[in-house]
Structures are given as structure tokens and as C-alpha cells.
């Protein structure tokens, strides 16, 4: 009789420690990251040919029938709210649907630079 202690197996490289590192980046970006927010309503961009997508800067959605959205405002209250705030934005991005007339937009670009905004950026998707 053997009374010797049983070899242990060979098992190769332990995974658990790098799935714990998977598990902690994962979790990392996601608290990292921001979340883009969505849309009051269908907005139709326009295509950009040039340029970067938009970023997490202050955004103003223009429907397709004129119609404003700003930080929960819809509007007459939209436009209201942005020029309250117009001291302390650095910027301002405009999503206006594709279907709106160039001339609706410049007109409000123009009322909102009247109104203090500094710099308006019309914001759209790449093709």
C-alpha cells in the first residue's frame, strides 16, 4: 500500500484574475463614460460632409414644424431658457431636422446670437 500524499494535477494558468480585471474595466468606463441624451422628439439631422459628431455641449432639437426643445422646455419656454442661460454657455449646438428651411434656421441662430449666445453650432450625422 501507497500511503503517500496524492500529486496534485497540473491546472495551467489561473482565469479568475483576469476576468476580475476584465470586470473592473468594464465597470470603470462605464461610470467613466456619458450617456448622450436622447431626443424630445423624431429629429431628421442633416449629413455632415466634413467635421466631428456632436459632444456633450448644451443642445437645442428644432423639429421639422419649428417646434424647440431645450433641457426639458418645449417651445417659447425653450427659447426662453436658453437666452437665460446665455451668460454662462460657452456654446451652443443646434439639432435641427432636415426638413426645416435654411432660412428658419439662420433666423434662429440670428435670434439667439442677438440674445447672447456666442457661438452656435449646427449639428447633424455623418453619411
Do not use: C, W, Y
Amino acid at each position: 500500500m501507497d500511503f503517500s500524499p496524492a500529486k496534485k494535477r497540473q491546472t495551467g494558468e489561473p482565469i479568475l484574475p483576469m476576468i476580475n480585471v476584465v470586470f473592473l474595466l468594464l465597470i470603470f468606463f462605464l461610470l467613466s463614460s456619458q450617456i448622450a441624451p436622447r431626443a424630445p422628439f423624431a429629429v431628421t439631422p442633416p449629413r455632415l460632409e466634413t467635421g466631428e459628431p456632436s459632444g456633450s455641449e448644451a443642445l437645442l432639437f428644432m423639429a421639422a414644424d419649428g417646434r424647440l426643445h431645450f433641457s426639458g422646455a418645449q417651445t417659447q419656454d425653450a427659447m426662453a431658457a436658453v437666452l437665460a442661460q446665455a451668460s454662462e454657455l460657452d456654446s451652443l449646438s443646434l439639432r435641427a431636422d432636415a426638413n426645416v428651411p435654411a432660412r428658419e434656421v439662420a433666423a434662429l441662430i440670428t435670434q439667439l446670437r442677438d440674445g447672447g449666445i456666442r457661438s452656435v453650432t449646427l449639428r447633424g450625422t455623418r453619411p
